[in-house]
């Protein structure tokens, strides 16, 4: 994060539905408070954004896909003090919807949750995507007929080794491992690991030691705890855990959608953010890593918590409440895990936050 007392976030929100595209925020140290310092709605639905650095200049550019039809990603420089400002012209990724991107060493790499695909782009010197190396169509369906009639892939994710991608298929109930091919950077199939059929894996995390992974589920409020061999390449699933008080009963309340999963830097703790109960779940971890505990869950602050994210520092926990319109960031009590309410600002449709 630049600058002595401040750094910097962005938001980004759903056009389609007010929001105003990529917004900018000043992000105060000391008390996680963000600051609005302007916005551009240059890119359609910029639903998901990824902070990277030009490989030549060095210089920090922002990354978002625009989750349309036609979907496609684009970059912004953000060296100025308000909105981040479009370079080029956004590159398509020859699949439907994008809803994740992430950086894997000089290659950009989204997750077509539409089509169910990936699609990986190189990156140019001044961190701009060029065309379309590979796209990657994911194949089968799940149980469920109307999320899961076929593939749609959700998430896509380097390991911590940087030798695999790893892309999480809510319409396969799998999550698919990928090498990219060191010269085209085309994606190439290399393992496929199944959930529980009908859970809807959405998104993952890994433990600080890259040694597991945690499979967040969209259509049951459940995760499941994976061992990763990141020699082999390989997901061994171990466990799964219910991330709301009840749910393994049954439950009587609203449906629940989990949106996204967040371990702490020391790997004692994990966070899910709960669509529908419109919470924050707390999990401890012990040092086996593999026997999330439930211990609390909290209000997010407002409705429809897309988004979860922890800052640069650990101490702050920021949860992008899409249908109420705001971001919303909590102190997190460094003995318990437990997120406190500290403040909110309205931005319209928000649906990511990182961190520059």
């Not at 997750?111 to 190189?122: D, E, F, H, Q």
């Not at 799940?142 to 790893?166: I, K």
């Not at 924050?280 to 918590?305: F, N, Q």
Request: aromatic share 6%; with cysteine.
């Amino acid at each position: 994060m630049g600058g002595n007392s401040a750094g910097r976030a962005y938001i980004g929100s759903f056009t389609s539905a007010g929001g105003h595209g990529v917004t900018a925020a000043a992000v105060d140290r000391d008390t996680g408070a963000l600051t609005v310092l302007g916005s551009t709605d240059a890119v359609r639905d910029p639903s998901f954004l990824a902070v990277g650095r030009a490989p030549v200049t060095g210089a920090q550019v922002l990354y978002a896909v625009s989750e349309t039809p036609d979907g496609a990603v684009a970059v912004f420089a953000t060296d100025g003090d308000g909105a981040p400002r479009l370079m080029g012209s956004p590159q398509p990724v020859g699949g439907d919807g994008p809803t994740h991107l992430a950086l894997a060493g000089d290659h950009l790499v989204t997750a077509n949750y539409g089509s169910g695909s990936v699609t990986v782009l190189p990156v140019g010197g001044d961190g701009s995507p060029g065309a379309a190396t590979g796209v990657l169509r994911h194949e089968g369906s799940g149980p469920d007929p109307e999320r899961q009639e076929g593939p749609h892939a959700h998430q896509v994710l380097p390991d911590p080794s940087g030798g695999w991608v790893l892309g999480v298929d809510l319409g396969t109930d799998s999550v698919c491992v990928y090498a990219l091919d060191p010269r085209t950077g085309e994606p190439r199939p290399h393992a496929r690991t199944a959930m529980r059929p009908g859970t809807g894996p959405r998104h993952l995390a890994f433990h600080p030691s890259g040694r597991h992974v945690y499979v967040l589920h969209e259509l049951e409020p459940t995760v499941t705890v994976c061992r990763w061999d990141p020699a082999a390449g390989l997901l061994d699933p171990v466990g799964e855990t219910v991330v709301i008080p009840d749910a393994a009963d049954g439950g009587d309340g609203p449906r629940v959608y989990p949106s996204e999963i967040v371990v702490a830097d020391d790997g004692r703790f994990l966070w899910t953010a709960n669509r529908g109960h419109d919470s924050i779940s707390v999990l401890t971890l012990d040092e086996t890593a593999e026997k999330p505990v439930l211990a609390a869950t909290v209000g997010c602050g407002g409705r429809w918590p897309r988004d979860l994210t922890l800052d640069p520092s650990g101490q702050w926990l920021y949860a992008a409440n899409e249908r109420s319109g705001d971001v919303s960031w909590f102190a997190v009590d460094a003995e318990t895990g437990i997120p406190a309410y500290a403040g909110s600002i309205e931005v319209p449709s928000a649906s990511c936050v990182v961190f520059g």
